[in-house]
């Protein structure tokens, strides 16, 4: 008995710091939302593919478009206006799809 006790004592412990580290982590994850989402500039983050998988609220006041319309869209073809943007972009995208293929 005494040695079920002491396992469920450290049981509970463990329990106890499990929640104090996911009680930070969520602090530590509202802090950047709340960073990120009142930033003017426009932040965003693209699949290996360059379709846009999430733009921040800021987006609508520097373009016009807001996050519902701009998820999903292209960010080469349909967001930069310049050739030489696009091409960087795209020379971008294909080096980080072939580190993350060689990595793995």
């Not at 009142?38 to 998988?53: A, K, M």
């Not at 080469?76 to 993350?100: D, G, T």
């Amino acid at each position: 008995m005494p040695r079920l006790s002491a396992e469920t004592s450290h049981l509970k412990q463990r329990l106890q710091e499990l929640e104090e580290e996911l009680s930070r982590s969520r602090k530590r994850e509202m802090d950047i939302r709340t960073l990120v989402e009142n930033s003017p500039d426009i932040l965003y983050r693209t699949d290996l593919n360059g379709y846009i998988t999430y733009i921040s609220p800021s987006a609508f006041r520097l373009s016009g478009y807001t996050v519902a319309e701009a998820i999903g869209m292209h960010m080469a073809k349909e967001v930069y206006l310049h050739a030489e943007e696009r091409e960087s972009f795209e020379i971008s995208l294909r080096h980080r799809q072939w580190a993350s293929t060689s990595t793995d």
